[in-house]
């Protein structure tokens, strides 16, 4: 069984992921990469639109630890799963990595 599927569309194709989080959402994890990126505001509108359940966090995505911290307590606090990554070969920093 599928558990989990990250960016099953275009990034910005908010109403085929809203479709796809209503119809699957209650047992997939629908994790938005391209789609959020890291970003404040693009998830907040994943909110409201109901586009996915799940946010790949990626810090130095974003810019700041700051930003990231902002992206994933949002993310916590509306019972999204928040997984951590980096974009690989970019960092040598221990942190990040």
Not at 42 to 69: D, P, W, Y
């Amino acid at each position: 069984p599928m558990i989990s599927t990250e960016d099953p569309f275009d990034q910005d194709d908010w109403a085929a992921y809203a479709e796809c989080n209503a119809t699957l959402g209650k047992t997939v994890q629908i994790v938005g990469d391209d789609l959020l990126v890291t970003n404040s505001k693009r998830i907040a509108k994943a909110l409201e639109v109901g586009a996915c359940n799940a946010l790949l966090l990626k810090v130095n995505q974003i810019g700041s630890v700051t930003e990231a911290i902002t992206a994933a307590m949002m993310s916590i606090k509306k019972g999204w799963g928040v997984m951590v990554s980096h974009r690989s070969g970019e960092t040598e920093d221990s942190f990040i990595a």
